[in-house]
């Protein structure tokens, strides 16, 4: 009778022991899955219904979806604190958003309009372009403290951030580039440019500095050394969004008005590969897998294969995406 019962009792013990271990198990993959999970997103601003689209990179499927302010069009990752920032064109406003729980955090108010934004390359500032007063808004990025308000071209728009101290607007209504001192905050210089330049994007060694001109349908290829435009690149018609292979060799350039990406071999310094891609393409990213492209018109994030350029997945946005500036969360 003795020995049933400890048989018993050990059988007991072992269906617990096993329910524990499969429980802790069970917590360890969630944790890391979650941790996964906020360290491989994509985000997507939708215009259309004021709306940003959350995207795990583990899945390509829309996790989240959080409600921001009017019109979002501009967007900025910043990898170092955790945070996405989101600007909002009809609402004079930027959100604020915590990848790791991806809830709002601060809302910042703004006088004009914000279109460009950008996180400096230590983490330290958060740059705003303001389209109806021709400003340049310099933000601390721990309390978002408006720190300085910096006058350059009309209708700045695309904002790129330099390892080299220097920031980077583009300034459609002037053909030109503002270049700005992150230690003074004041306009060191101004480069001319092809006509509408809108989106900007540094190259991997930084050296060059791409702007798509959406009237002349070009590219300017800036050289920062001798801080001029060294070139112009002819690629389809209204380019808007750049970025860059993961060598940092290519360079790719949504096309709007031809449903297309250029592919620009920047020691060449011109396109060797023309994509069709969904239509009224705008924001672009990648890393070293994939391309990713925001459709403005078929509302989805088309990911295409780096080697191939094959399109592999699709994801449903939100209404008119746009994603103007870089959207991968990834580490």
């Known amino acids: 009778m003795s020995e049933l019962k400890s048989k018993s009792y050990t059988r007991f013990n ?11 198990i069970s917590f360890l993959t969630s944790s890391v899955y979650c941790n996964t999970l906020e360290k491989n997103l994509a985000f ?19 996790i989240k979806t959080i409600k921001v302010g009017k019109a979002p069009a501009g967007i900025a990752i910043d990898k170092i604190n955790g945070y996405v920032f989101v600007a909002n064109a009809e609402d004079k406003s930027i959100s604020v958003i915590k990848t790791n729980d991806l809830k709002i955090v601060k809302t910042i108010k703004i006088t004009g309009s914000a ?10 500032y958060v740059y705003v372009a303001d389209w109806f007063n021709d400003l340049l808004l310099v933000y601390r990025n721990i309390d978002f403290k408006l720190l300085k308000k910096i006058s350059i071209g009309r209708s700045p728009a695309g904002v790129v951030s330099g390892k080299n101290g220097l920031v980077y607007v ?9 270049v700005i001192s ?38 300017s290829i800036i050289n920062l050394d001798k801080k001029n435009e060294s070139t112009r690149v002819k690629v389809g018609k209204r380019p808007y969004c750049i970025s860059f292979s993961h060598s940092g060799l290519l360079a790719y350039v949504t096309n709007q008005y031809e449903d297309t990406v250029s592919v620009i071999n920047l020691k060449k310094n011109k396109v060797i590969k023309t994509i069709p891609v969904g239509s009224f393409p705008e924001g672009i990213d990648s890393n070293k897998d994939f391309i990713f492209v925001t459709n403005w018109m078929d509302e989805e994030l088309m990911v295409l294969d780096e080697k191939t350029y094959n399109v592999v997945h699709s994801v449903e946005l939100g209404s008119n995406p746009r994603n103007f500036g870089s959207f991968l969360f990834t580490k």
Do not use: M, W
Not at 14 to 24: G, I, K, N, T
Not at 115 to 124: Q, R
Not at 198 to 214: M, S
């Open 182 to 219: 992150e230690k003074s905050f004041e306009v060191l210089d101004t480069i001319s440019v092809g006509t509408h330049p809108f989106g900007l994007g540094l190259n991997n060694g930084e050296d060059k500095l791409l702007v798509t001109n959406v009237k002349s349908h070009d590219v």
């Open 170 to 178: 583009a300034n459609r209504d002037d053909n030109s580039v503002s």
């Open 115 to 124: 279109v460009g934004i950008e996180v400096s390359h230590n983490g330290s």
């Open 14 to 24: 072992l269906r617990y022991l096993c329910s524990y271990v499969f429980l802790f």
């Open 44 to 62: 997507a601003t939708n215009q259309g219904d004021n709306s940003l689209s959350v995207i795990s990179l583990v899945d390509f499927k829309v």
